[in-house]
């Protein structure tokens, strides 16, 4: 059930052990920032910009890895793990967005004025 794990975190925050949020919620997110910024580097995306590629991909290798964990009994097999780690691979990509392609824009527009 989606956001089931995530609410349960949260609502039971007091009773968890410490540091259980932040490995459960922010270990998802950032496992899969490098995915979504490599993915980007990659295929140097500087036009047009699929950020839904890159998003769809991090689904899908996110699903990959829980479906792995689901058949070998390793790890725990979450949904909520899939929108976390989709999550982090669209991070990715806005942190590779934000520091190369606008970045990019801007020096080209400053660089028409000369």
């Known amino acids: 059930m989606p956001f089931k794990e995530i609410s349960r975190c949260f609502i039971h925050y007091a009773s968890l ?22 993915f980007a580097s990659l295929l140097s995306y500087r036009k047009g910009v699929p950020w839904l590629l890159t998003i769809a991909l991090s689904a899908l290798l996110s699903a990959v890895v829980e479906l792995i964990q689901f058949v070998t009994g390793k790890g725990s097999c979450d949904v909520d793990d899939i929108i ?19 970045k990019e824009k801007i020096r080209c527009h400053h660089n028409r004025g000369k």
Request: without cysteine; proline residues 5%.
């Open 17 to 38: 052990p410490k540091g259980f949020l932040f490995i459960n919620i922010v270990g998802n997110i950032i496992a899969f920032i490098p995915f979504g910024f490599l």
């Open 84 to 102: 976390l780690n989709t999550a982090g691979g669209a991070l990715g990509f806005i942190i590779f967005y934000i520091i190369f392609v606008r």
